[in-house]
């Protein structure tokens, strides 16, 4: 879940989240690859349906296993 938006935090990193809405400071962002996007890979998920990481992670394993059937 996204921190809460310290009075230290400038103004410029500070974005919306496209899903629920909340402000957070899109460094802290838990999510690994839409951090200007989402506020966390919760809202991520219920968005897209999917997190880009765990797509990554299955078309990895599918190359993984073609891979040595291939040589």
């Known amino acids: 879940m996204a921190m809460n938006i310290s009075p230290i935090s400038d103004p410029a990193n500070i974005k919306t989240c496209q899903r629920c ?3 957070y ?3 802290r962002s838990p999510s690994n ?3 200007m996007t989402y506020c ?6 219920a968005d897209l349906g999917f997190t880009i990481e ?6 990895r394993a599918e190359t993984e296993i073609l891979l040595p059937a291939a040589a």
């Open 54 to 59: 765990a797509l990554l992670r299955v078309e």
């Open 33 to 35: 690859s839409l951090k």
């Open 25 to 27: 400071d899109w460094r």
């Open 40 to 45: 966390g890979s919760l809202c991520e998920q």
């Open 21 to 23: 809405g909340l402000r």
